[in-house]
């Protein structure tokens, strides 16, 4: 039988909740808190994700800048931005997205989905979304009703299946935004 420490499951997962919390710090020990990563590495992650301008020419002291509790000094989207730059910066193995960018614009959903597109692409990712948009591009959906699993298969095949859940939620999205999915869905075949 095989065990795994349970320090090391944590540093193998990320979550990017719906609202972050977070702690009293510097910018610095919100993204490494534990000092295992250089400054340059710190920077190099930041303007990947981005928030390089931010840090470096909006707030005073760069990495040093102090975030308030709960980061009551950063909005939303930065607050999901410095969770994802956590989450690359660790090398995750494992990335869990609760309703991420249900509290962001289309601009940063976009940024936010292109990040974990290209920076999580040899890990597990698992989205929990009601955005379609954030989901349609992920190698295998899972249809939940009333707690339930009803379906799980890729989008193109739940989407082939004109009586399934999946089908019926990208319908009611409109007509303009159901098409603009199906060009999704079919374009990362």
């Given at each position: ?10 540093n ?7 609202d972050?919390?977070l ?15 250089s ?13 390089k301008t931010?840090?470096?020419d909006?707030i005073?002291?760069g990495?040093?800048s102090?975030?308030n509790?709960?980061g009551s000094?950063?909005?939303m ?9 956590n989450s690359?910066?660790?090398k995750?193995?494992?990335?869990i997205i609760?309703?991420?960018t249900?509290?962001?614009g ?9 990040a974990?597109?290209?920076k999580f ?5 698992l989205?929990?979304a009601?955005r ?15 707690g ?23 319908e ?10 199906r ?7």
């Amino acid at each position: 039988m095989y065990t795994i420490e349970l320090e090391d499951v944590r540093n193998r997962i990320s979550i990017i909740p719906q609202d972050p919390f977070l702690f009293t710090g510097t910018m610095r020990s919100k993204l490494d808190p534990f000092g295992f990563y250089s400054d340059a590495e710190i920077w190099n992650v930041l303007e990947q994700v981005p928030l390089k301008t931010f840090v470096k020419d909006r707030i005073s002291h760069g990495l040093h800048s102090l975030v308030n509790e709960n980061g009551s000094n950063l909005s939303m989207e930065q607050k999901q931005l410095v969770c994802l730059a956590n989450s690359i910066l660790k090398k995750s193995k494992i990335l869990i997205i609760d309703e991420a960018t249900a509290n962001v614009g289309n601009i940063t959903d976009e940024l936010i989905q292109k990040a974990i597109r290209d920076k999580f692409k040899e890990c597990t990712v698992l989205t929990i979304a009601h955005r379609l948009r954030t989901i349609i591009d992920s190698d295998r959906i899972m249809v939940l009703s009333n707690g339930m699993l009803v379906e799980f298969d890729s989008p193109q095949v739940l989407l082939s299946n004109t009586n399934s859940q999946f089908t019926l939620l990208v319908e009611q999205t409109g007509i303009a935004e159901a098409e603009y999915l199906r060009t999704l869905a079919n374009s990362s075949e």
